[in-house]
T-cell receptor
Framework: GAVVSQHPSRVICKSGTSVKIECRSL??????MFWYRQFPKKSLMLMAT?????????EQGVEKDKFLINHASLTLSTLTVTSAHPEDSSFYIC???????????????FGPGTRLTVL | SQKIEQNSEALNIQEGKTATLTCNYT??????LQWYRQDPGRGPVFLLL?????KEKRKERLKVTFDTTLKQSLFHITASQPADSATYLC???????????FGRGTSLIVHP
């Protein structure tokens, strides 16, 4: 199946700094990618839909100025957590639809996730 | 809005037995229902997809059923092994370019 990678897998930063997380589709092109965050024993919470060549679509309650998304190419989307605070500590996961774009139905290929800890 | 219910309590079973996990939903029936496996500290991995007009789907030791009358999907793992221990998520896909919605998952623990 298709492979999605994320980098870094783990990051620890000080409060107030910005952290960039990369999501790459390795063997297919993805015009759409999704960013989720997950708290322990909780479900995946969709944060935003990343669209290549256009602005990201954010879910209700997600601050777009805090979570900057850039879909730079058909294989790369980045999430930047700006001015991170301890409450931003979480597990961030990206995914891409199996077809590479959102179509009639889509199994999702997930990245391995990034564990962010803000001190 | 659509609500997905998966048992939050862990399911503990003995090796070799069949594990059955439940996914219930409210409101409209999705066009597709998907099951994923998630290991600790890892992203989910797609397992199976079943369409609303399908009653049952199989893949090796996995079987998924979909009952739109009961608004329920059951996920079975036969001849379970300790390596099957993980969290299993169901996701509802309305189709037509809608993004799947995930349940919180049920943890399965298979004891040797």
């Amino acid at each position: 199946g298709a492979v999605v990678s994320q980098h870094p897998s783990r990051v620890i930063c000080k409060s107030g700094t910005s952290v960039k997380i990369e999501c790459r589709s390795l063997d297919f092109q993805a015009t759409t990618m999704f960013w989720y965050r997950q708290f322990p024993k909780k479900s995946l919470m969709l944060m935003a839909t990343s669209n290549e060549g256009s602005k990201a679509t954010y879910e209700q309650g997600v601050e777009k100025d805090k979570f900057l998304i850039n879909h730079a190419s058909l294989t790369l989307s980045t999430l930047t957590v700006t001015s991170a605070h301890p409450e931003d500590s979480s597990f961030y996961i990206c995914s891409a639809p199996s077809s590479g774009f959102l179509s009639s139905y889509n199994e999702q290929f997930f990245g391995p996730g990034t564990r962010l800890t803000v001190l | 809005s659509q609500k997905i219910e998966q048992n939050s309590e862990a399911l503990n079973i003995q090796e070799g037995k069949t594990a059955t996990l439940t996914c219930n939903y409210t409101n409209y029936s999705p066009a597709y229902l998907q099951w994923y496996r998630q290991d600790p500290g890892r992203g989910p991995v797609f397992l199976l997809l079943i369409r609303e007009n399908e009653k049952e789907k199989r893949k090796e030791r996995l079987k998924v059923t979909f009952d739109t009358t009961l608004k329920q999907s059951l996920f079975h793992i036969t001849a379970s092994q300790p390596a099957d221990s993980a969290t299993y998520l169901c996701a509802l896909d309305q189709g037509g370019s809608y993004i799947p919605t995930f349940g919180r998952g049920t943890s399965l623990i298979v004891h040797p």
